[in-house]
């Protein structure tokens, strides 16, 4: 049997170099595709991203990603190549230092919520109950404004990051219109996620809205899950929960609490390989990321490297051709149903019908 592990230690580097792909070296440990600037490679965690695409991985994944070759042909390919092995440094993460001043009213952020997002109460009260939400004043430039603060807790309760969003609309600065920010130290593996029950199965999303938007949609069929925003398409949020739930049904975290967070998706790639946890968790992983390019070739991508997935996407726009579950929470809000619909039709015909007509003069 193949080591993974030791696959894994193949010299990004130089398996670009047997590629052709030509580097520039910018630091001891930072390298730049000569053609692409926003292709980086790191040595020091030997991994790769491609930022204007948002495309990242290991070494396996680079070899898939250049060479268009599925995870055992990539496995292949490294092991039969005489690539030296390259010395990975374990990424040590600082505490998370959460330094934003909070207010005590939650209304604006219920407004922006409700209004703007259409979440009913009961979704925000959800999410509230279990420490994810709050309302704080983010300075920068002397600005000040109020967002909305998502928490980001590891599997000891402990914050470990947030997200923010900007209430008001400051077109002027944003080029989305409102701020929209990830603290800085966030630990970016851990994600954003509520706990239903005893959690058996994981469903991810791409953002908190959105997660709180499928929460909404789904509510009345949820039990036993942990509803989980990536904040992105990051794999390692996946092998984060994925571990945090065989821990949890173990009663014991040291594994989790010790391990490289920086290789979070090798040790996923490790439990897939060499045990059948997640075959044997029914509808265990469910991606429920946003309906575009990105986020199906991210459910394919995993896919081909043999994880059994489910796909819960929202009805695809056909005008825009993409499309997210806020999205549909507020196409399904205002939009009528078929039966209110109907009701209507049925309405107008039978006044129609039953009223008396109003006589006319032949002139």
Known sequence: MIALEMIKKKSIVDVAGAFGIPLKRLSSTLYEQVEHDSFKIFTNTNTFKWFSRDIQGDVIDFVQLIAGVSFKEAIHFLDKGDFPEQEVQVLKL???????????????????????????????NTFGRQGLLAQ??????????????????????????????????????????????IMKGTHGYAGISLTIGKPKRLVFAESVIDLMSYYECHKEELSDVRLVSMEGLKKSVIAYHVIRLASEEKGDFRFLDELD?????????????????????????????????????????????GFPLEQDLPPLDLLDGKTDWNEELIRRKLEPSLDDWLCQFYEERSQAVYSPRTPTLDL
């Open 94 to 124: 600082e505490p998370f230092r959460y330094y934003l001043p909070e207010s005590k009213d939650f209304g604006s952020a219920r407004t922006y919520l409700k209004t703007i997002r259409h979440l009913s109460d009961e979704t925000i």
């Open 136 to 181: 704080g004043e983010w300075q920068s430039d002397n600005h000040t404004e109020p967002v909305v603060v998502f928490k980001s807790k590891d599997h000891h309760g402990r914050l470990v990051g947030a997200s923010l969003q900007g209430i008001k609309e400051h077109p002027d600065r944003y080029d989305r219109g409102r701020l929209k920010k």
């Open 261 to 305: 967070k920086g290789r979070l998706s090798h040790y996923l790639d490790v439990i897939l390989q060499t045990t059948k946890y997640i075959q044997h968790h029914e509808q265990f992983l469910t991606l429920a990321v946003d309906n575009d390019e990105a986020g199906r070739d991210f459910i394919e991508k995993l896919k081909d490297q």
